[in-house]
Structures are given as C-alpha cells and as structure tokens.
C-alpha cells in the first residue's frame, strides 16, 4: 500500500511539474530533489536566497 501511495504522489508532482513548464517560462521554472534531509536542506537554503534576491531586486530590505 505504501509503494502505490508514493507511485500516486510521484505521479501527482510530475504532473505539477509539467503544468509549470506548460505555463511558465522555462527559466524561471525549478525541479528540486528531495529524496534525502540533506536534498530538503539545501533545498529550504536555495528558496531563502531567491526570496532574498527577489526582495533586493524588487527595492526590499533583506536582513541577514
């Protein structure tokens, strides 16, 4: 049961996956891995530092 709960879900993100590529500019679209808490670290540490860039680019202050 377990394995076709996580065939569903893969299915599901893909899926996701595809329907931003069909509506975004490729450029701006990212996969990320998370099959390990080493993937999802890096994963939370990349998305703060395009939020921050986001915030500098667009006339924010970024605190560190």
Avoid: C
Avoid at 26 to 51: F, M, P, R
Wanted: glycine share 2%; no cysteine.
């Amino acid at each position: 049961m377990k394995k076709i709960q996580e065939n569903n879900e893969a299915e599901i993100m893909e899926v996701v996956l595809q329907e931003a590529r069909d509506s975004y500019p490729q450029q701006i679209v990212v996969e990320l891995k998370s099959e390990s808490t080493e993937d999802l670290q890096k994963n939370v540490a990349n998305i703060v530092s395009w939020i921050q860039q986001w915030l500098k680019d667009n006339g924010h202050k970024v605190e560190a």
